[in-house]
Nanobody
Framework: VQLQASGGGLVQAGGSLTLSCVLS????????MAWFRQAPGEVREFVAT?????????YYADSVKGRFTISRDNAKKTVYLQMNSLKPEDTALYYC?????????????????????WGSGTLVTVSS
């Protein structure tokens, strides 16, 4: 399984960005997908996750709830992270993650430790 994330960049505070991540090498719809982020000098933290198949269940970190939206397009094998009202504290390397067995609630409560597959990060920088 390979994950390729894209869409990062430099944006002013209050702006928007959409991250994308394409999964190859397996059946995308069977994976719980997630986004994590890591700021300089910080540990990797959970951002959002979406259930497999129809994506009916989502969880968000409190810090992004109401501003970020995770979604998936199984036909395109892609998971998205729409980020609105960006703040300087959202600056980080954003990682796409895929998990074939656990539930989205496991990703939410247990975090990075349950993730089997990671993509390379895409950098988001929010200027004040």
């Amino acid at each position: 399984v390979q994950l390729q994330a894209s869409g990062g960049g430099l944006v002013q505070a209050g702006g928007s960005l959409t991250l994308s991540c394409v999964l190859s090498g397996d059946i995308f719809s069977t994976y719980v997908m997630a986004w994590f982020r890591q700021a300089p000098g910080e540990v990797r933290e959970f951002v959002a996750t979406i259930s497999r198949y129809g994506g009916a269940t989502t969880y968000y970190a409190d810090s992004v709830k109401g501003r970020f939206t995770i979604s998936r397009d199984n036909a395109k094998k892609t998971v998205y992270l729409q980020m609105n009202s960006l703040k300087p504290e959202d600056t980080a390397l954003y990682y796409c993650a895929a998990e074939p067995r656990e539930r989205p609630s496991d990703v939410y409560f247990r975090g990075a430790s349950v993730i089997n597959y990671w993509g390379s990060g895409t950098l988001v920088t929010v200027s004040s």
